[in-house]
């Protein structure tokens, strides 16, 4: 049964199906949000999850905004609105950890 069509990952002529959700939580102290930076397959995930990391380093943020690290999720197979699942260990092959940004750290 058709449902819809399978999200696919966000590089380019990538025919793979977007499994993982690299993605970061934003605050601007009110609010919480689930910044997303790129929908990956597996094959592609360390070089999306190496890229969002730069994007966060060089991510400006204004007063009382916080961003914390890029996370990689888990996509439910479903496309039932599922929970996402947090994989990480599937953050441990693009080099050291960074630090949480925010207000305050700059
Ligand atoms: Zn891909």
């Not at 002529?13 to 929908?39: H, M, N, Q």
């Not at 592609?44 to 969002?52: D, I, M, S, V």
């Amino acid at each position: 049964m058709l449902r819809g069509y399978p999200v696919t990952c966000t590089t380019p002529a990538c025919p793979g199906v977007a499994r993982y959700k690299i993605a970061a939580v934003w605050s601007d102290g009110l609010k919480l949000e689930l910044k997303t930076y790129f929908l990956s397959c597996a094959g592609c995930l360390p070089g999306h999850y190496a890229r969002a990391r730069t994007k966060h380093a060089g991510c400006v943020l204004a007063d009382g905004e916080s961003l914390q690290a890029p996370a990689v999720y888990e996509r439910p197979t479903a496309d039932d609105g599922g929970p996402l699942v947090r994989r990480a260990d599937l953050e441990n092959d693009a080099g050291p950890a960074i630090d949480d940004r925010g207000a305050g750290t700059v």
